[in-house]
């Protein structure tokens, strides 16, 4: 047994949250242990689809979309929901770019984004990996002590750390051990979960399909580049067992044209889609991120997106804590933030698959009947949400996901946050930091906070002025790209006074 071992973080669960905490605390020199009961990395596909924050999110740690051609694509078209009668129920616009300067909508291939980023990990000297290792809490009192235990052959290590955060999934044992009850939405569905490499010389269409067919509701997206996905919902007179077996996944792939002769089957796996979340995210010095913190049916893409949401929001709270700029109690903030946020899309999520998911004949003609006269209106069908954040570490009306647009830096046109990686006061003209006192200037350069006046900046496709006048003159971002609060010409100073009084 090695024992008195010191970390300032350890981390439960080396998926993509856990990674992703770890690079965003590793990057600052905070030492971290990430412990995963797995020798390796899942090989096969997970998640499949994210969003324009989920790639700001990805830029930020040096894997941009667009310099990764080869693990995530977007696209740029629409989202096709039709019946059995392969009418036309909606079409959800999922082309463009979105509001952070990257499409709306990508897709990817998981292992290949989580080895990327395993690249990264790797490439930081405070961050430790144990893989083939379990981690049991020991007690949290003013640190929290857990044992590591390396399955293979029982060798204990004892450490020590500020913090310990459970990234470890749906099931996780952190969660358990904290005593975090559950909050379960009582929506639980099987679908066969089918990923395919179809031979190139199909040419098979990049297009993304939702069946609301009562005699097998199913869904059709791509994979990633050179891959589709698959998905098929249990039907009730079927077994889990008679579903699950890969000569059922090829009979349901025939009508595709997909079969073994043109064909990989990566894999198939049945899996109970499912809505809920931890009533808790924080227990004393144990908290809790991604699946462990919350659940959503897959039918708005965004789950893993919510986890690496968590972890931008956990992570320069628990940095800040570290480092001594902030109280510990900002990081009571961090759920009161998240949950909230989080239920918008969980809501919105389960009431796709209550449409999706109904096998009643009735039913499922009046909902096509309905469906149908809204598309033949003109309606535009539900937006995702966008929503703020709960309440927390902003001021009132503040909390929401800032823009990112492009700026000309030399003879180049780079992305803002490439330029301003952190914080950033963003203000409507230079003239305004005579505005800010010393205490304000001090609060600014404490937290690394870059202040940047519009009048002094090429805004290439002019993103900021509008939605700086929307709000005042002067706005402060926080690291995690969403806003704490604006103010006018007059309140910058009490602006930035403010926050610094929030983190204390």
Known sequence: MSNGAVSDVVIVGLGPVGKLLAILLGRQGHTVTVVDRKTEGYPLPRAVTHDFEFARILQSIGLAPDTIPDITQPYDSMYVWRNADLQTLVEVDWSGVGSSGWYNTYFFSQPALEDRMEAVLSALPSVTVLRGWSAEVLSDDATVTARLVRIADDEER???????????????????WAGIDWHDLGFFYDWLVVDVIPDPSLAFPHVAIQTCDIARPATMVPGGPGRRRWEFMRLPHETIESLNRTERAWELLEPFGIRPENSELERHSVYTFQAGWATRWRQGHVLLAGDAAHLMPPFAGQGLGAGLRDVT???????????????????????DERLPHIREFIDFSVELGRVICITDPAEAAARDARMIAELEKGNPPPAPPAPLLGPGLHLPDAGSLSPQGSVRAGADVVRFDDLHPGGVLLLASGALRARLGSEAAGILTAWGFDVVALDEIDDVHDTYAPWLAGLGEAVLIRPDFYTFG???????DALVRAFGAATR
């Open 158 to 176: 004892i450490v020590e750390a500020r913090y310990l955060v459970g990234a470890d999934g749906a099931n996780s044992t952190v969660r358990r």
């Open 313 to 335: 929001n956990l992570a320069w709270k628990l940095r800040a804590v570290l480092d001594g700029r902030a109280a510990e109690a900002i990081l009571d903030s961090y759920a």
């Open 486 to 492: 604006a103010s006018d010409a007059d309140g910058v």
